[in-house]
């Protein structure tokens, strides 16, 4: 296999990342809207809603990307190729948390929203690092050099952890384990509140993105860890403390949280 894998139709020579990234956002979308409970939150502050998820996201990814090497980005900030050349996942989750949170608060909407953007997310991510691994080293997102039999050789002779497929499979494993929750949840088997499986989605994905990042050749500059390791701390802590409050007994109340 060559990478990058380009994707010929017709006379159209597409480069992968694009395709598939593409192609993320608009299953993933629809998925969003064929599957959300209709309804439950009003038209108007639904859209506000997406805004700020959109809005955060963007900025969040962008920022948490020029922190990945902080002497790096101040030697090429007015450099507009290299400010606007990266972005994360981890940002563009933990951001859009934040943007839809500021904008909830703001429309005055106490309904928890995450649940229903649980599996479109998992969905989503899982079709952008199919572009991601086709397009080898000059996406940054392989794993360090391995003698393991899962290596893979980007082009350069040199097997190499393929941590997106690590992810795609992670993200499998997780929906099914989302799935099962989601259903002893509608079975009355456990009380969990309006949130709860957002919750779990987050928590499992940012200590997965924590473990793996151990065996990405980004630089780990923050005591032994990088960016988005420190970024993955803040957020797991901040679900941990969204998870212990939730209801004991049957009965308690509770307004979820992303």
């Known amino acids: 296999m060559t990478f990058p894998v380009f994707i010929d139709i017709g006379p159209l020579r597409l480069h992968p990342h694009f395709v598939f990234e593409a192609l993320a956002y608009f299953i993933g979308f629809r998925l969003y809207l064929l599957t959300r409970r209709k309804g439950r939150i009003p038209v108007n502050q639904a859209f506000w809603v997406l805004v700020g998820a959109t809005l955060g996201a963007a900025i969040g990814s962008k920022l948490l990307f020029l922190l990945e090497d902080p002497a790096r980005t101040l030697t090429h900030w007015n450099e507009w190729a290299y400010v606007m050349g990266g972005k994360t996942i981890v940002g563009g989750l933990l951001g859009g948390l934040i943007g839809v949170e500021l904008t909830k608060n703001w429309i005055g909407l106490r309904q928890s ?48 952890h393929p941590t997106q497929l690590y992810e795609m499979a992670f993200l499998g494993l997780l929906a099914v384990f989302l799935l099962v929750v989601k259903r002893g949840r509608m079975l009355c088997r456990w009380e969990l509140p309006e949130g709860a499986l957002f919750q779990c989605f987050m928590f499992g994905y940012l200590s997965f993105r924590f473990l793996v990042d151990f065996i990405k050749p980004t630089p780990h500059v923050y005591l032994g860890l990088n960016n988005i390791q420190l970024a993955c701390l803040v957020g797991m802590a901040y679900y941990v403390s969204l998870m212990r409050q939730w209801p004991r007994r049957k009965g308690v109340p509770l307004h979820g949280k992303e």
């Open 113 to 160: 929203t995450g649940d229903d953007m649980v599996f479109p997310l998992i969905t989503g991510m899982a079709i952008g690092r199919i572009g991601c691994f086709l397009t080898g080293l000059d996406d940054h997102t392989h794993g360090t050099p391995t003698g393991w039999i899962t290596g893979v050789d980007f082009g350069d002779g040199v097997p190499r």
